[in-house]
């Protein structure tokens, strides 16, 4: 049986080190369940935690994308495959990010609007019955609140648009890779896409919170690794507590737009016999 859930957050580098939710020290903040595994047609899932924040529902699964055996596509398929069947309408994405605007410094945030795809991963989809429009793919309105939450926990550069160029990893870019990005993303990383696919055909909203972790190479200067260590381990229960404020505050009701971007797919004869 798989647990209902308003509520999803994808974990990423930026909470990784915290044991989301726990590491926030939230007296609202209770775990249900943990080690919730499912089977699901591509696959059996990676582990879930249920838990719930002043009485609503969340799933969330750490990063996702690395587990041996098991591909980046196919683990992200499993997750929104459980996300569909437990209902979930809202997805929070956070994780650490490099750079390719050179006006970014470490330790900003951004809350992307947008995103360009140059990963190179197929079969991407859960059963590809909708035609997805990609129009305002992430979600204004968990933009919004995010952008409020985040403010109200951190005192430094909040991004409020800009466009996370997604690759394929796990390995950094190359100077001549950030080079040719400069000027068509802001950031650069490797966990927004599928994700935004998939949360369009399951038909609930997603938005992402990002800490800037490191210059793209060659802009700006050479990063530290000691730089990247710091933020790991200690910034993430501030973002873990803005991913819950987030959620805590969301209005009960949807009134964005993102529902309205999934249509029927017109190439009946190959999805819907
Ligand atoms: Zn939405």
Redesign the pocket.
Known sequence: MIPQAQFAVVGGSGTLSSDFPLGANDSGVSIIEDGLQFETPYGKSPSFRLFSIDGRNVLTCKMHGWRQGTSRADASRQIFWVFREAGVKRILTEGGVGTANHLLDIRDFMIPDDYLDLSVRKDVELEGRYLLVMRDPL?A??REELLTRTASHFSGRIFRRGTYAVTDGRHFESPAEVAMLKGHADIIGQSLCPEVYLAREIGA?IAGLYFVVNYGEGLVKDWSHEDLKDIFYNDAPMISRIIIDTIRNMKEE?S?E?AGLRKETLLKGIYNP
């Open positions: 979600c309105e968990l909203c949807r964005c993102c």
